[in-house]
C-alpha cells in the first residue's frame, strides 16, 4: 500500500489532452515545450497571444488559447472552446504566478489584488469550469504550481509566499476530494529557478536552477505518479525541515534571514 503511487502514472505522453495555464514564459513554457516534444498536444494559455505562439514554435500538436486568467468569463469561453475541440482534458497545469519583492510595510492595494488574482482567486476560476466534466469523466488531473516559499514565512513574499502556501492547502484538500473520484492531483513545489521574476531578487538564491531543470523535475515526478514534486531536493528538504522546527527556532531563524 505505501508503495502504491498516489497519482496516476503518465508513462507516455503520446496525444495527451494538456491545457497548459502561464505557458507565455518560465517553467510554464519549458513545459509545454517539453510535453510538445514528447507528443502530448498542449494548448497554451496566458495573455500574450505572441509569447505563446513563441513557445509553441508552429507545432502541429499546439493550440494557442490567451486569455485573461483572472476573468471567470474568459475561462468559460476557453474550456468550451477546448472540450468542443478535443472532447476533454487529460491534465490541466495551472502554472500562471505573479511576484513583487515586497516587505510588510511597502504593501500597496493594487499590487496585492493582483498577486491574489493572478496566483490565487485564477486557480479557483479554473476549477469552477474544469472540474464538473473531469468528475462526469471519470478520470484526468489537475497540477498546481505553488512554491516552497508557501513553506515558511520567507522575508520578501509577503504577499507571493501566502497564495503559495493557499495552494499547498489546497492541493491536500483537492487530492482528498478528488482521488475517491479517479482524478489525480500534483503539487508542484520549485525552489529558486532562474526566469523573470526571481531575476529581480537582490538577495542569495541557493541551488538555483534553470527552467529546463525544473520542466524535468516535472514531468519526472507526474510520470512517477508523486504527489508533491519538490525541486532541487538539496534545498527543498532543509526547508521542510525548518518548517518542522518549533516556533521558537523557527521565527528565530526567519528573523536571522531578515536581518541579511
Given at each position: 500500500?505505501?508503495?502504491?503511487?498516489?497519482?496516476?502514472?503518465?508513462?507516455?505522453?503520446?496525444g495527451k489532452r494538456?491545457?497548459l495555464?502561464?505557458a507565455?514564459?518560465g517553467?510554464?513554457?519549458?513545459?509545454?515545450?517539453?510535453?510538445?516534444?514528447r507528443?502530448?498536444?498542449?494548448?497554451?494559455?496566458?495573455?500574450?497571444?505572441?509569447?505563446?505562439?513563441?513557445?509553441?514554435?508552429?507545432?502541429?500538436?499546439?493550440?494557442?488559447l490567451p486569455?485573461?486568467?483572472?476573468?471567470?468569463?474568459?475561462?468559460?469561453?476557453a474550456h468550451?472552446?477546448?472540450?468542443?475541440?478535443?472532447?476533454g482534458?487529460d491534465?490541466?497545469?495551472?502554472?500562471?504566478?505573479q511576484?513583487?519583492?515586497?516587505?510588510?510595510?511597502?504593501?500597496q492595494?493594487?499590487?496585492v489584488r493582483?498577486t491574489?488574482?493572478?496566483n490565487l482567486a485564477?486557480?479557483y476560476?479554473?476549477?469552477?469550469?474544469?472540474?464538473?466534466?473531469?468528475?462526469?469523466q471519470?478520470?484526468?488531473?489537475?497540477?498546481?504550481?505553488?512554491?516552497?516559499?508557501g513553506?515558511?514565512?520567507?522575508?520578501?513574499?509577503?504577499?507571493?509566499?501566502?497564495?503559495?502556501a493557499?495552494?499547498?492547502?489546497?492541493a491536500?484538500?483537492?487530492?482528498?476530494?478528488?482521488?475517491?473520484?479517479?482524478?489525480g492531483?500534483?503539487l508542484v513545489?520549485?525552489g529558486?529557478?532562474?526566469?523573470?521574476?526571481?531575476?529581480?531578487?537582490?538577495?542569495?538564491?541557493?541551488?538555483?536552477?534553470?527552467?529546463?531543470e525544473?520542466?524535468?523535475?516535472?514531468?519526472?515526478?507526474?510520470e512517477?505518479g508523486?504527489?508533491?514534486?519538490?525541486?532541487?531536493?538539496?534545498?527543498?528538504?532543509l526547508?521542510?525541515?525548518?518548517?518542522l522546527?518549533?516556533?521558537?527556532?523557527r521565527?528565530?531563524?526567519?528573523?536571522q534571514?531578515?536581518?541579511?
Open positions: 500500500m505505501f508503495l502504491t503511487p498516489l497519482n496516476p502514472r503518465w508513462p507516455d505522453w503520446h494538456v491545457w495555464i502561464g507565455s514564459s517553467i510554464g513554457a519549458a513545459v509545454a515545450r517539453d510535453l510538445l516534444q507528443g502530448a498536444r498542449v494548448a497554451l494559455s496566458a495573455r500574450r497571444e505572441d509569447a505563446l505562439v513563441a513557445v509553441a514554435a508552429n507545432s502541429a500538436l499546439a493550440r494557442i486569455m485573461d486568467v483572472t476573468d471567470p468569463a474568459a475561462w468559460k469561453s468550451k472552446h477546448l472540450i468542443r475541440e478535443w472532447g482534458l491534465l490541466t497545469v495551472f502554472c500562471a504566478a511576484y513583487e519583492q515586497l516587505r510588510s510595510w511597502e504593501l492595494s493594487d499590487s493582483g491574489i488574482e493572478v485564477s486557480v476560476y479554473g476549477l469552477e469550469v474544469i472540474l464538473p466534466d473531469l468528475i462526469a471519470g478520470n484526468g488531473s489537475i497540477a498546481l504550481v505553488a512554491s516552497v516559499a513553506y515558511l514565512g520567507l522575508p520578501n513574499a509577503t504577499v507571493y509566499g501566502p497564495t503559495k493557499a495552494l499547498i492547502n489546497l491536500e484538500l483537492l487530492y482528498a476530494e478528488l482521488h475517491p473520484k479517479g482524478l492531483v500534483y513545489n520549485p529558486f529557478v532562474k526566469t523573470k521574476m526571481t531575476a529581480s531578487n537582490k538577495f542569495p538564491m541557493p541551488a538555483m536552477i534553470s527552467v529546463d525544473a520542466s524535468r523535475d516535472i514531468l519526472r515526478g507526474m512517477k508523486v504527489f508533491e514534486i519538490h525541486f532541487p531536493k538539496r534545498f527543498t528538504r526547508l521542510k525541515l525548518m518548517s522546527l518549533p516556533y521558537r527556532l521565527l528565530a531563524a526567519l528573523a534571514m531578515v536581518g541579511r
